[in-house]
């Protein structure tokens, strides 16, 4: 169905946004999200998000990672009755 000026009505729409959220695995609610989040971006400006995102996940681990070992070293300084102050 398409409506005036040459696009497609409201029903269509919908029902394509259905069909292609059917497609891909997820809900038409999901792709609003998308299309809210991402709508204004380009390519690249969305790649460079991804990168960024799996980046920053990757430096959270780290620092919880390295702020693991920490407290367990100062736990081995405090059992052993080192003082971390020469």
Same mark, same amino acid.
């Given at each position: 169905?398409?409506?005036?000026?040459?696009?497609?009505?409201?029903?269509?729409?919908g029902?394509?946004? *259905?069909?292609?959220?059917? *497609?891909?695995?997820?809900? @038409?609610h999901?792709?609003?999200?998308? @299309?809210?989040?991402?709508?204004?971006?380009?390519v690249? *400006?969305?790649?460079?998000?991804?990168?960024?995102?799996?980046?920053?996940?990757?430096? @959270?681990?780290?620092?919880?990672?390295?702020?693991?070992? @920490?407290?367990?070293?100062?736990?081995?300084?405090?059992?052993?009755?080192?003082?971390?102050?020469?």
């Open positions: 169905m398409w409506g005036h000026g040459g696009t497609p009505c409201r029903d269509c729409v029902e394509c946004l *259905e069909d292609a959220a059917r *497609e891909v695995g997820v809900s @038409k999901t792709i609003y999200g998308w @299309k809210a989040k991402y709508g204004g971006m380009d690249n *400006e969305v790649q460079e998000v991804k990168q960024l995102r799996e980046e920053n996940g990757r430096l @959270k681990k780290l620092v919880a990672d390295l702020s693991l070992d @920490k407290d367990a070293l100062q736990s081995v300084i405090r059992k052993n009755g080192w003082s971390s102050q020469s």
